[in-house]
């Protein structure tokens, strides 16, 4: 750690939060300091049960493409897919700021209850508090999930081996953009709209379909890098992404270059990550180009032994190494 106190980095998904979970917080709770899951996957009488929970301070609110009603139900539900999980059930808690207008919480409470309904899980339990005028952005909601991991599904970025095709489920980077557009009035025309939706039908649909799946991962907080970054740590794999396989919206990738930003470290929250093996990956993009939300499903690269590292090969046969990111591009994006 380089520093004694919190800063807003460190819950960016960059270099500092991931010395905040791997020095303080993982090793103060017992749990294991590399790979952290999106959510845990315990065994429960009758079967095995996903556990997940997720907090959102995105600022603004509303936003194209979506809300902090819709984003909490979605990041949730996604973070449960990512263990292969069936989602089920939501709990909801709602740190309101005094002075909120009420038909705001209105919105967001019905993009909850659409949202929900939408993924197909019920929200069984949940909790209010109000704090002073000052000291909250309107709404900060926290959210709990649970599903089922069906029997034979068994999801672990430890599983990847030199070979698996890394795929994408769509474009990268869009979210974050849309915030920022949204946050600093940036006035792109049309508005860069949220990528923000259920990824859950999709990871389905590929364990329906026979697909190994040997990792899972949702590309939010430090992009697309974190995200790899993660895989490739658990895994001890090299990943190999082509350039000119990396979908990215001419929209975002107008935005980043005017703003100095890299969409491949910009969040996503409607977006997956997967490894499989070679000989599945045809099926794989069948499968996902037939759902709605993954119909621009792509191979964007291969693991390969080597020392755990993201590296970006160019079209050129030049290689670069992606790295995180010390600080944060853009906080308070989920």
């Not at 209105?106 to 002073?132: F, I, N, P, W, Y």
């Not at 081996?161 to 474009?171: E, F, I, K, N």
């Not at 792509?298 to 670069?320: H, K, M, N, Q, S």
């Amino acid at each position: 750690m380089t520093t004694e106190v919190v800063r807003l980095a460190h819950g960016g998904g960059g270099r500092l939060q991931a010395g905040l979970l791997d020095e303080v917080i993982l090793p103060a709770l017992g749990a294991r300091a590399c790979g952290a899951p999106d959510a845990a996957v315990l065994d429960a009488p009758g079967g095995r049960l996903a556990l997940t929970t997720d907090s959102f301070v995105v600022r603004p609110l509303f936003f194209p493409g979506g809300d902090i009603g819709r984003l909490a139900v979605h990041g949730t539900v996604n973070d449960l897919a990512m263990a292969g999980a069936r989602p089920l059930w939501l709990t909801l808690g709602l740190i309101l700021e005094e002075g909120l207008p009420l038909e705001d919480l209105r919105r967001v409470l019905a993009s909850v209850s659409a949202a929900a309904e939408e993924c197909g899980v019920q929200v069984v339990a949940g909790d209010t508090k109000v704090v002073e005028a000052g000291h909250g952005d309107g709404v900060y909601i926290n959210t709990s999930g649970a599903g089922v991991v069906p029997d034979g599904v068994g999801i672990e970025p430890t599983a990847i081996r030199p070979g698996d095709v890394l795929l994408a489920s769509g474009d990268l980077g869009r979210h974050g953009v849309a915030i920022l557009a949204a946050r600093e009035n940036l006035g792109l025309e049309p508005p860069v709209p949220s990528d923000s939706a259920s990824v859950a039908a999709a990871v389905a649909a590929l364990l329906d379909a026979g697909v190994a799946v040997h990792a899972l991962r949702d590309p939010t907080r430090g992009g697309a890098v974190a995200a790899l970054q993660e895989l490739a740590d658990a895994s001890g794999c090299r990943l190999v992404l082509e350039d000119e396989a990396i979908p990215v919206r001419e929209d975002v990738r107008g935005a980043c270059e005017i703003l100095g930003l890299d969409p491949l470290h910009s969040a996503c929250e409607g977006r997956f990550l997967a490894a499989v093996p070679a000989d599945h990956a045809e099926q794989a993009l069948a499968v996902l180009q037939s759902v709605p939300v993954t119909r621009d499903a792509v191979a964007i690269g291969r693991a390969v032994a080597g020392d755990p590292a993201v590296i970006r090969r160019l079209a050129t046969g030049v290689e670069r190494r992606l790295v995180l990111p010390a600080g944060e591009q853009l906080p308070r994006i989920c």
